[in-house]
Structures are given as structure tokens and as C-alpha cells.
């Protein structure tokens, strides 16, 4: 069982980025997904989630209207897309299986939001 | 919107002491509070769910109790590999979720 995000880098302020995670050894359709990110020096921020079949998404409210969730079940792929980006959208993001809880997590992927 | 508020910010043991972190919430929760450990340039790792079920793989040495809005996760007997942080997690609103600000066990 594996989770692979991919697509960080540095973006300037105003910028749009799109972060995806592979998935691997489990059936990715039987599973909601989350992205969850880590700001330098801060803790564990939950972002969103999406539902097995991709019709329903939830956001927190430091992120809803600049970032949407998406996944493509027959890439076995989960996306963040991410818009408007500020600097305190510096972090590492990570992606999550949510079986109830976060039992699997990537190894995370950096986005450096500066000018 | 729950907040959750972790105590001590930092608790620094020595190997073998026991460690008690405390996790509130502002109104109750239920059953749905999780445990996460988390050391530097690695994923986090569920430890705890629903309270008190240790996650697959984790040691006995881990255990979760508490009720309503305090929760408490115990290590009985702290392991070099226990040095890291802990987060206190909530989905009494799922699919929402909210974590706590952790609290950072050192090796003393």
C-alpha cells in the first residue's frame, strides 16, 4: 500500500499550482481521500477531502474558493489544485487515505510560495 | 468549530518513563478522536482511534482513554523511537476534520 504525491515547486504570489498522489496496492475506489498540509515550524492542517466517486468534496476554511480536490479513479490518482497562492501557503502538503481516519499517508511533496 | 488544545507543549522523559499527553476539546466529540505520531522528515502515523484502538502495528505500549472532551494518550514506557510529536485529532463533523497543535516529546 503506497501513496506518491508529486508536482511541488516554487510558485510566485498569485500563482496556481496542481499537486497529484498516485496510489498504489489497495483499491483506491473503496476510500474518500485528503490532502493535509505541514507550514514551516507548524503543525498538521487538514485541507480536504473528496468521496470515493468523486461527487462530493469538503474544504477547510483557509482554503475553500482558492482550492479544489479531484480524482480520477482509473489513474488510481487523487489532485490538488490550488490557486491564488499566498505565502502562508508554504508547506508541505501531504495526500491520505481516509478509511475514518488517515491510515495511509505519502511522503509529501514542498510548495514554496515566494516572489 | 471545534478546537482542539494539547497539553504540555513540550514534555521532556528520559527512556523508560511513562508520558501522559492531554488533548481538549472545546464541546465534545464522542468517540471520534484519534491519536497521530509524527517525527521530522517522515509521514505521520496513526497511532490511536476511536479513543482507545491502537491502529495496526502500533505497540502495546501506546493506549488512548478519555471521554466527552479529554482525551489522553499514554506511553508506558518511553522508546528511543518514541522521541516525536503528537497530534490529537477530531471527526466529530466528518468529513472535516481538525487537528490539535501537538505536543513535542524530548528526550531528556
Known amino acids: 500500500e503506497q501513496l506518491v504525491e508529486s508536482g511541488g515547486g516554487l510558485v510566485q504570489p498569485g500563482g496556481s499550482l496542481k499537486l497529484s498522489c498516485r496510489a498504489s496496492?489497495?483499491?483506491?475506489?473503496?476510500?474518500?481521500m485528503t490532502w493535509v498540509r505541514q507550514a514551516p515550524g507548524k503543525g498538521l492542517e487538514w485541507l480536504a477531502n473528496?468521496?470515493?466517486?468523486?461527487?462530493?468534496?469538503y474544504y477547510a476554511d483557509s482554503v475553500k474558493g482558492r482550492f479544489t480536490v479531484s480524482r480520477d479513479n482509473a489513474e488510481n490518482s487523487v489532485y490538488l489544485h490550488m490557486d491564488n497562492l499566498r505565502a502562508d501557503d508554504t508547506a508541505l502538503y501531504y495526500c491520505?487515505?481516509?478509511?475514518?481516519?488517515?491510515?495511509?499517508w505519502g511522503q509529501g511533496t514542498l510548495v514554496t510560495v515566494s516572489s | 468549530e471545534i478546537v482542539l488544545t494539547q497539553s504540555p507543549g513540550t514534555l521532556s522523559l528520559s527512556p523508560g518513563e511513562r508520558a501522559a499527553l492531554s488533548c481538549r476539546s472545546s464541546r465534545s466529540v464522542g468517540t471520534y478522536l484519534a491519536w497521530y505520531q509524527h517525527k521530522p522528515g517522515q509521514s505521520p502515523r496513526l497511532l490511536i482511534y476511536d479513543i482507545s484502538h491502537r491502529a495496526a502495528g502500533i505497540p502495546g505500549r501506546f493506549s488512548g482513554s478519555g471521554s466527552g472532551t479529554d482525551f489522553t494518550l499514554t506511553i508506558s514506557s518511553l522508546e528511543p523511537e518514541d522521541f516525536a510529536i503528537y497530534y490529537c485529532q477530531e471527526r466529530s463533523n466528518w468529513p472535516s476534520f481538525t487537528f490539535g497543535p501537538g505536543t513535542r516529546v524530548d528526550i531528556k
Open positions: 496496492r489497495f483499491t483506491f475506489t473503496s476510500y474518500w
Open positions: 491520505a487515505r481516509n478509511g475514518w481516519y488517515h491510515d495511509l
Open positions: 473528496i468521496r470515493q466517486d468523486g461527487t462530493e468534496q
